[in-house]
Every structure is written in structure tokens, then in C-alpha cells.
């Protein structure tokens, strides 16, 4: 098992060294030795997956995706 430092993986994944720290605070699995966080590539690309699809939808939608969705779900129960 091989693990990387947040500047290694950012390179591979192109996302931030900024962004994995935040990961790390959202509950992203690793191991902190000294100062420097490390990951496991398999467990990060796990764990992405898993966020990634929870967090497809806005967090905040916006007035018209909120009239939308009410309209369709209105449409739907008529039929």
C-alpha cells in the first residue's frame, strides 16, 4: 500500500492542495506523520466517488430549479 503527500496527489488527480485539505476536514481518510498528511490513492478514489455523487446536486438550488422541481413533482402526482 503506497501513500502519497497532498502535493503528489494533487498533481494526479488535478485538484488543489487547497481543496484535499478541505477533504481532509470533510472526513477524507489519511494518516498524519509529523506535519505531512498522507493518503492512500485507493481510499481517497473511494471516498471521492462516494462524495462526489452525494454532492452532484447544488447545495443551495437557485429560485427556478426549486419552481421546476415543484412543478414536476405536481405534474406527477395529476397523472
Known amino acids: 500500500m503506497k501513500y502519497q503527500d497532498l502535493k503528489t496527489l494533487s498533481k494526479e488527480t488535478s485538484i488543489s492542495v487547497f481543496t484535499l485539505r478541505k477533504f481532509i476536514k470533510m472526513g477524507l481518510p489519511h494518516f498524519k ?27 443551495n438550488p437557485g429560485l427556478d430549479q426549486i419552481i421546476s422541481k415543484a412543478l414536476s413533482e ?3 402526482e395529476s397523472t
Open 74 to 76: 405536481v405534474s406527477m
Open 33 to 59: 506523520v509529523g506535519g505531512k498528511y498522507l493518503i492512500n490513492p485507493e481510499e481517497f478514489n473511494d471516498w471521492f466517488e462516494t462524495h462526489h455523487r452525494a454532492s452532484s446536486e447544488p447545495e
